[in-house]
């Protein structure tokens, strides 16, 4: 369940809406809920975020792109031409992460050059000291808080490869699917503006579950609506963010060692949100998961 505060334009009045994302990703339509006095418009993720009209009508937008029928490419695209203008900033790049190759691929690009990107496909991205640790983190997050700027700065990786093409502050979101990065946004400023805020994070963080449902569809080859996730409704079951991405990996029927490896846990501790979810659920079976997931998936 994703939830937008917004004004009405005629007449003039705050709304709350609210949204699911059915059968792998589709945003099913807007709902209005309620109807409250005057206050501020707000973007409803971890916290409130206030949000200005230009910034509202920024992020209906991006819904509007999440909820088309766009290929893999395309989605990154139009919602990384958004996000620049939205959290004013000036360059983006998105890949896609292959796990058989240890390496990213699919390059999407706003305002970089070919021949820098180029060098960063076949040489920086694995002389590169900040991106897998904004990898495991799974969340929006400052480049600035897995490594402080005046440290990235003296990096071969800034000078040659960053500095080239101007970018200077980095926001990051990663989005997975089952343990699968599928994709991601790489969000920078130049030199000589500031850097991003705990704010801007917070915005691309509650775009990222549309963005995770688009991305899941635009790879589902068959035409078909891609199956629904336990990641996708974990709101709605009182699933931690963690116990949906385990119950996932487990209805494909990896093993527990692979399943550790994607999430990087220990087999204690998957056993735990297992165990959690078996709990929740009133289940003694991992196989009863996928029937779980399917009695949901036919309801909606």
């Known amino acids: 369940?994703?939830?937008?505060?917004?004004?009405?334009?005629?007449?003039?009045?705050?709304?709350?809406?609210?949204?699911?994302?059915?059968?792998?990703a589709v945003i099913s339509g807007w709902v209005v809920l309620e109807i409250r006095p005057p206050s501020d418009v707000r973007l409803?993720?971890?916290?409130h975020v206030r949000l200005t009209d230009a910034e509202a009508n920024l992020v209906f937008s991006i819904m509007r792109d999440l909820s088309g029928e766009f290929e893999h490419s395309e989605v990154r695209r139009r919602v990384g031409?958004?996000?620049?203008?939205?959290?004013?900033?000036?360059?983006?790049?998105?890949?896609?992460?292959?796990?058989?190759?240890?390496?990213?691929v699919s390059c999407v690009q706003i305002n970089m050059t070919e021949s820098n990107l180029n060098r960063y496909q076949s040489y920086y991205q694995f002389h590169d000291p900040i991106t897998p640790t904004l990898q495991r983190r799974r969340r929006a997050t400052l480049v600035s808080e897995v490594m402080r700027h005046d440290r990235l700065v003296r990096t071969e990786f800034f000078n040659d490869f960053l500095k080239q093409d101007g970018l200077c502050f980095g926001l990051n979101y990663f989005a997975f699917d089952r343990g699968d990065n599928i994709g991601d946004l790489r969000i920078w400023r130049g030199a000589g503006r500031e850097d991003f805020t705990p704010r801007d994070a917070r915005i691309v963080d509650a775009v990222g579950p549309s963005l995770v449902?688009?991305?899941?569809r635009a790879r589902n080859t068959s035409g078909q609506m891609a199956s629904l996730r336990f990641s996708q409704i974990a709101r709605d079951l009182g699933l931690t963010a963690r116990e949906a991405e385990v119950a996932d990996l487990v209805v494909t029927g990896l093993d527990d060692r692979e399943i550790c490896r994607k999430l990087g846990v220990s087999k204690p501790t998957l056993r735990s949100h297992i165990s959690a979810v078996f709990r929740k659920f009133g289940l003694n079976r991992r196989s009863q998961m996928a029937e779980f997931l399917a009695r949901k998936n036919h309801h909606l």
């Open 1 to 24: 369940m994703h939830e937008l505060r917004f004004w009405l334009p005629e007449p003039k009045i705050p709304v709350v809406l609210r949204w699911h994302g059915i059968s792998g």
């Open 44 to 47: 409803n993720c971890d916290n």
């Open 81 to 104: 031409r958004k996000l620049l203008e939205l959290l004013n900033a000036d360059y983006f790049a998105s890949y896609v992460w292959d796990d058989e190759a240890q390496r990213f």
């Open 213 to 216: 449902n688009a991305l899941i």
